[in-house]
C-alpha cells in the first residue's frame, strides 16, 4: 500500500477497494485504469469538500491539491466540452489557453446542472477520472509532475490521492505548460 505523506489527517485506502466512495463513472474507470491501486481513497465530512476548507480541517497541504473545473465553449453552434486539471494554487486560463484549444470565440465554466449531469459527479467533486469519453482532459503541467495529489473523487464524501504522472496517462489527457495562471 502506498504511504502518502500528503494526506495530513485522512486514512487512506486503496481506491480500487472502496467503490463506495466513489461516484460511478470514477469506479468504472478507475477499474479499467492500467495500475488501479496507485489511487487511493479517503472518507471526508461531505460539508468540508471545497480545497480550501478540505484543507485546514484534514492538514493537507493547499499546493498539493487539485482541482477540476469543467469549461464549455460553442463553434457553429456546436457546444463544445473539456475538463482542466490546475493546482488549487492556481487558476486555469479559461480565456487564453483553453479558449484556443477547443477552438471557440468564448470558453466559461459549465453551468453546474449541466456539469453534473453531464459527468454524473457531484458538484464539487468533479474529477478528471471517469469524465465523458469524447472530452479533452487538459491537465497543466505541474500537475502531471506532482509525485501526490488530492483530487474530488465524483461525489463530495470522499477525496482521491494520487500521482500526477497516473492522471497525465488518462486516456483523452493532453499536459499543457501554462495552463494554469
Not at 11 to 36: F, G, M, Q
Not at 76 to 92: C, M, N, S
Request: hydrophobic content about 50%.
Amino acid at each position: 500500500m502506498t504511504t502518502w505523506t500528503i494526506a495530513g489527517t485522512l486514512t487512506v485506502e486503496p481506491a480500487s477497494k472502496h467503490p463506495e466512495l466513489l461516484a460511478d463513472p470514477v469506479a468504472k474507470a478507475l477499474a479499467a485504469l492500467p495500475d488501479p491501486d496507485a489511487l487511493g481513497v479517503a472518507e471526508i465530512d461531505p460539508e468540508l469538500a471545497d480545497t480550501a476548507a478540505f484543507c485546514e480541517a484534514y492538514s493537507t497541504p493547499l499546493s498539493a491539491s487539485a482541482n477540476c473545473v469543467v469549461i464549455a465553449g460553442k463553434r457553429a453552434g456546436e457546444v463544445r466540452f473539456a475538463a482542466a486539471l490546475v493546482l488549487a494554487t492556481t487558476r486555469a486560463d479559461v480565456n487564453g489557453v483553453i479558449k484556443r484549444r477547443l477552438d471557440v470565440r468564448k470558453a466559461s465554466f459549465a453551468p453546474m446542472a449541466e456539469a453534473v449531469e453531464l459527468t454524473g459527479m457531484a458538484y464539487g467533486g468533479i474529477t478528471p477520472v471517469g469524465l465523458p469519453e469524447a472530452w479533452p482532459i487538459l491537465i497543466d503541467k505541474a500537475v502531471a509532475e506532482a509525485p501526490e495529489l488530492v483530487i474530488g473523487s465524483g461525489i463530495r464524501g470522499s477525496k482521491l490521492l494520487v500521482p500526477g504522472h497516473v492522471l497525465a496517462a488518462l486516456p483523452g489527457a493532453e499536459v499543457i505548460e501554462g495552463l494554469a495562471l
